[in-house]
């Protein structure tokens, strides 16, 4: 499971939002459209369920992390928006049958147990209802920035979740095949994101690679090595790019 713990500050101050483009697609798949009521589950602080409830939703996000649903609720006393946080294993989601008609997994499916999560997905989804899983992610092998600090967490973290190289996972759609849904579709998109030195290393520094295993000694020279290598192969503001990939199905 994804640990966060030691990252909640980096987290909110530094993990930018998803793309207008991501909310317009899936638009085209009946998702994320005024007065839907949507359960967004791995939701961590919040930050597309946030997205979500912009676009007119009411929204449900349920995470494991206690610390990042207490920042949520905190961040959404000053928004005022229309979401309820719950902390709860998605492997067991605390709701009837039929509950939702959306359900949305954004940046967490890859930390999950697939089948059972699935499965539940499954459970609680009206007929007809729809899942889509979003992975949203830098492509390392197109950017030299980008490939350098991949480089360096796997330096500093062996053992850290190191994701495929086109960030496509076609291995997912049978996960929920198996699961019962059908009518399973996949889009894909690339879009630069820009970044100042200050914002990449905390937006690194917020990751469970780093902040959530590394002693607070390692990060200190992670973040060194980092700032030492962008200072002197960037300048002011510079381009990562990123690709979205989503799994639409249909219940």
């Given at each position: 499971?994804?640990?966060?713990?030691?990252?909640e500050?980096?987290?909110?101050?530094?993990?930018?939002?998803?793309?207008?483009?991501?909310?317009?697609?899936?638009?085209?798949?009946?998702?994320?459209?005024?007065?839907?009521?949507?359960?967004d589950i791995?939701?961590?602080?919040?930050?597309?369920?946030?997205?979500?409830?912009?676009?007119?939703?009411?929204?449900?996000?349920?995470?494991?992390?206690?610390?990042?649903?207490?920042?949520?609720?905190?961040?959404?006393?000053?928004d005022?928006?229309?979401?309820?946080?719950?902390?709860?294993?998605?492997?067991?989601?605390?709701?009837?049958?039929?509950?939702?008609?959306?359900?949305?997994?954004?940046?967490?499916?890859?930390?999950?147990?697939?089948?059972?999560?699935?499965e539940e997905?499954?459970?609680?989804?009206e007929?007809?209802?729809?899942?889509?899983?979003?992975?949203?992610?830098?492509?390392?092998s197109?950017?030299?920035?980008?490939?350098?600090?991949?480089?360096l967490?796997?330096?500093?973290n062996?053992?850290?979740?190191?994701?495929?190289?086109?960030?496509?996972?076609?291995?997912?759609?049978?996960?929920?095949?198996?699961?019962?849904?059908s009518?399973?579709?996949?889009?894909?998109?690339?879009?630069?994101?820009?970044?100042?030195?200050?914002?990449?290393?905390?937006?690194i520094?917020?990751?469970?690679?780093?902040?959530?295993s590394?002693?607070?000694?390692?990060?200190?020279?992670?973040?060194?090595?980092?700032?030492?290598?962008?200072?002197?192969?960037?300048?002011?503001?510079?381009?990562?790019?990123y690709?979205?990939?989503?799994?639409?199905?249909?219940?």
């Open positions: 499971m994804l640990n966060l713990d030691g990252t500050e980096e987290y909110l101050k530094y993990r930018h939002g998803y793309p207008p483009k991501l909310l317009e697609r899936l638009k085209l798949y009946s998702i994320g459209i005024e007065k839907q009521h949507v359960l791995g939701t961590a602080n919040g930050l597309f369920a946030r997205d979500l409830a912009r676009q007119g939703c009411r929204v449900t996000g349920i995470d494991l992390s206690s610390d990042l649903i207490h920042q949520a609720q905190q961040v959404n006393i000053k005022q928006l229309p979401i309820e946080y719950l902390e709860g294993n998605v492997e067991h989601l605390p709701f009837k049958k039929s509950s939702f008609k959306v359900i949305t997994a954004v940046y967490c499916w890859h930390w999950f147990n697939k089948s059972k999560v699935a997905v499954y459970r609680v989804l007929d007809n209802g729809r899942l889509a899983i979003i992975n949203y992610d830098w492509i390392p197109r950017n030299y920035v980008a490939l350098h600090t991949q480089s967490l796997e330096e500093f062996p053992s850290a979740y190191i994701p495929n190289e086109t960030k496509m996972f076609p291995e997912w759609v049978e996960d929920i095949y198996k699961a019962g849904f009518d399973v579709e996949t889009f894909s998109f690339d879009i630069n994101i820009p970044y100042s030195i200050k914002n990449c290393i905390g937006r520094q917020a990751s469970p690679e780093v902040g959530g590394l002693t607070k000694e390692e990060i200190s020279l992670f973040n060194y090595r980092l700032n030492t290598f962008l200072s002197e192969h960037t300048s002011t503001s510079f381009n990562i790019p690709r979205a990939y989503g799994i639409i199905g249909i219940k």
